[in-house]
Nanobody, 115 residues
Framework: QVQLVESGGDLVQSGGSLRLSCVVS????????MGWYRQAPGKQRELVAT???????NYADSVKGRFTISKDNAKNTVYLQMNSLKPEDTAVYYC?????????WGQGTQVTVSS
């Protein structure tokens, strides 16, 4: 069983920045893909950003140019740097790992952006 533990969520003003962290209970260097998703109240969970084992990244259009996903294989940690935050970024952010045919999720961390 793989465990993912997120941290870094907080209340921040519009225009501010936060960095989310996701610590994984196993080595991440060979994990096919890792990513961040978010779910706002009353909405479906949506993709925010992904990073592959080779370091390739992908972003939702709504966060391009503002968010950056990265990983530190030595620390088994994936990060999401969020800049120029907007009230519409308010959501619970979830870390995700796809290993083979299995999907693993963290418990989520709340990000609230005030206007």
């Amino acid at each position: 069983q793989v465990q993912l533990v997120e941290s870094g969520g907080d209340l921040v003003q519009s225009g501010g920045s936060l960095r989310l962290s996701c610590v994984v209970s196993r080595t991440i260097s060979s994990i096919n893909a890792m990513g961040w998703y978010r779910q706002a109240p009353g909405k479906q969970r949506e993709l925010v950003a992904t990073v592959t084992s080779g370091g390739g990244t992908n972003y939702a259009d709504s966060v391009k140019g503002r968010f950056t996903i990265s990983k530190d294989n030595a620390k088994n940690t994936v990060y999401l740097q969020m800049n120029s935050l907007k009230p519409e970024d308010t959501a619970v952010y979830y870390c995700h790992a796809r290993i083979g045919f299995n999907n693993f999720w963290g418990q989520g961390t709340q990000v609230t952006v005030s206007s």
